[in-house]
């Protein structure tokens, strides 16, 4: 009997040993919680969906001062001007990023270029069209995402169905994200055929993420029913783009019409970023480095925050969980 998870193909792809990713998070999946994982022997993405080039730089070598092993970079280019994806993509090549996962719309030139230059590329799909679209411009590797997935929400498709219809449709090792958060959710992905499971969610609520204390606790206190998909935290994204949050003030409509003009004083801040104003329902969730208005924010989750149970050090639960999986696949 294994007491962890035996590593996949796409463990061998990617470079690590467990079968377990973190979610390039944007905001929370930084250097600390990436090199974190990936000493307990998960891979990590750094979330830098519309960072500046400056941030990149610094949370590469950040992670590099803390681990030798391999790890990535997520980018959404739907959701980056255009100049600034450029010069994202061109600093992940100079900076030779090993892997980069990208989501939301299949942007087949920044797939060609990443490949290009010999970096890995992964990307979350919603659906088995994007599947096919990402496969087709040359993605090596597939995250399922399905619809109890905290954060953006690509499709809207359960993951158990999604994820069959991927690994039918797929020449490529798939990943599974959506609502995993325990060793029995990771063990059922496995054993349907995913090469990993994503954890998202899950890893906010440790001490290495760079999520506010105030959104780690929420996520401990909620049930799966808290959560809901919305269109509310839209500024900043594509139109119709739903995200999966708790349920708060603005989601009850207790701050005003989200799509409804904007105030002639400009849109209403509601807090702080080192001297970044942080708007109204926009898609800024909590962090360390704000102060605000939390409880407005959009607060992440998904449907497996039932099984979060406490805030612990994000190598002790890449470990439990891959221990857990590992019996209940031994079962
Ligand atoms: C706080 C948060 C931020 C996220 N940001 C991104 C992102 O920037 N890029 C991305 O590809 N996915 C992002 N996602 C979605 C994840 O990639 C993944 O699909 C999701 O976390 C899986 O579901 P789970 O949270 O239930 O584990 C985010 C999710 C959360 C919870």
């Not at 040359?138 to 995402?145: M, R, S, T, V």
């Not at 069959?164 to 020449?171: I, S, T, W």
Request: charged letters at 20%; one cysteine or more; proline letters at 6%.
């Amino acid at each position: 009997m294994h007491d962890t998870l035996p590593p996949t193909d796409l463990c061998r792809l990617l470079g690590c040993r467990l079968p377990l990713l973190l979610a390039g998070m944007g905001g929370v999946a930084r250097s600390e919680l990436v090199a974190a994982v990936t000493g307990a022997g998960a891979f990590g993405f750094l979330g830098m969906v519309r960072e500046p080039l400056a941030l990149i730089e610094r949370e590469v070598a950040q992670v590099r001062a803390r681990t030798d092993l391999p790890f990535g970079v997520n980018l959404i280019p739907a959701a980056t001007p255009a100049p600034l994806l450029r010069e994202q993509v061109g600093l992940c090549i100079t900076l030779r990023v090993p892997v980069v996962c990208l989501f939301w719309d299949v942007d087949r030139a920044v797939v060609e270029r990443l490949r290009g230059a010999g970096i890995t590329v992964v990307h979350q799909v919603g659906s088995v069209q994007d599947a096919l679209d990402a496969q087709e411009a040359g993605a090596q590797a597939l995250i399922a995402q399905g619809v109890e997935a905290g954060g953006h929400v690509r499709g809207r498709q359960p993951l158990a169905g999604l994820l069959a219809g991927v690994l039918a449709a797929a020449r490529v090792p798939v990943a599974a994200a959506g609502g995993l958060a325990d060793g029995r959710d990771v063990a059922r992905v496995l054993a349907a055929g995913a090469q990993a499971a994503v954890l998202g969610t899950a890893l906010i609520a440790t001490h290495e993420s760079f999520a506010h204390d105030y959104h780690k606790r929420r996520l401990v206190a909620a049930r799966a029913s808290d959560t809901l998909l919305t269109e509310d935290f839209h500024v900043n994204w594509p139109p119709h783009a739903a995200v999966r949050v708790l349920r708060n003030s603005v989601t009850r409509g207790e701050r005003g019409d989200p799509f409804g003009p904007a105030p002639a004083t400009g849109p209403a801040v509601i807090g702080e970023e080192e001297g970044r104003p942080i708007h109204l329902f926009s898609t800024d969730s909590p962090l360390r480095s704000m102060t605000g208005d939390f409880e407005a924010m959009a607060l992440y989750a998904g449907r497996g925050v039932d099984r979060i149970a406490g805030v612990e050090p994000a190598a002790d639960c890449v470990r439990r969980i891959a221990a857990e999986a590992a019996a209940q696949l031994a079962r």
